[in-house]
């Protein structure tokens, strides 16, 4: 069976405190990626990685980092978590050509009080 | 990037077939139609894609039309089970990643 697993399904984190939100994939996919979700908005690209090492910045990378130091592992993280990171936090990963389809973690849903 | 339209919300009764359209009037050429579902508190799942011509599996058909501006996802039999946002996505081809960009979805309550 075929697993994105993400580190924490809540996590309630204050404000200014860094966060690490983790994704680790067995299945050998070169491509991972980081959405966020909220109510209305739908699900929004934050960063992705093609690589170990490699990043690439997605909709809305403002207030976030990534790591990617090994390819089953990709790493989100918030430098100085403010309220308004809030949110449903999905990891997913594919592998690299053509129309492959690209399977999910649970999701960790994040609170920043 | 192409982009996806799909209704807000649709009703269907349990034991129907569930028709979801999408529409994707600006698709090029080499660019997939792929339909995702998320369940309530659950990451999103895929269900099928295609490139030009229908296609099916043991969840799902897909109906795309011959200028591929549109398409529609069909649950043949629904179930409660099927209550959830699907989300139509047309994938987005870079050098580097292959990511795919999602909309606000539909929202489909099987009702009993």
């Known amino acids: 069976d075929v697993k994105v697993t993400q580190s924490s399904r809540y996590l309630v984190k204050r404000t200014g405190e860094k966060v690490f939100l983790e994704c680790v994939q067995d299945?050998?996919?070169?491509?991972m990626f980081w959405y966020r979700q909220d109510p209305g908005l739908g699900l929004r690209l934050i960063y992705f990685?093609?690589?170990?090492?490699?990043?690439e910045k997605g909709d809305i990378p403002e207030g976030y980092s990534v790591s990617r130091e090994k390819k089953e592992r990709f790493s989100l993280i918030l430098e100085s978590a403010s309220t308004n990171q809030t949110s449903m936090y999905l990891c997913?990963?594919?592998?690299?050509?053509?129309?492959?389809?690209?399977?999910f973690g649970q999701g960790t849903r994040l609170t920043v009080v | 990037d192409a982009k996806t339209t799909q209704p807000p919300s649709m009703d269907c009764a349990e034991g129907r077939a569930a028709n979801l359209p999408c529409n994707h009037s600006?698709?090029?050429?080499?660019?997939?139609v792929y339909w995702y579902r998320q369940i309530h508190s659950q990451g999103p799942q895929y269900i099928i894609h295609?490139?030009?011509n229908n296609e099916t599996n043991e969840m799902a058909s897909l109906i795309i039309t011959e200028d591929r501006k549109s398409s529609t996802l069909i649950l043949p039999h629904a179930t409660l089970r099927d209550t959830a946002v699907y989300y139509c996505?047309?994938?987005?081809?870079?050098?580097?990643?292959?990511?795919?960009?999602f909309g606000g979805g539909t929202r489909l309550m099987v009702k009993p």
């Open positions: 997913a990963s594919r592998t690299g050509g053509g129309d492959t389809e690209a399977f």
């Open positions: 299945m050998d996919h070169e491509n």
């Open positions: 990685s093609y690589d170990v090492k490699m990043k």
């Open positions: 600006t698709i090029s050429g080499n660019e997939y």
């Open positions: 295609g490139l030009k």
């Open positions: 996505i047309v994938r987005v081809a870079s050098n580097a990643g292959n990511m795919l960009t």
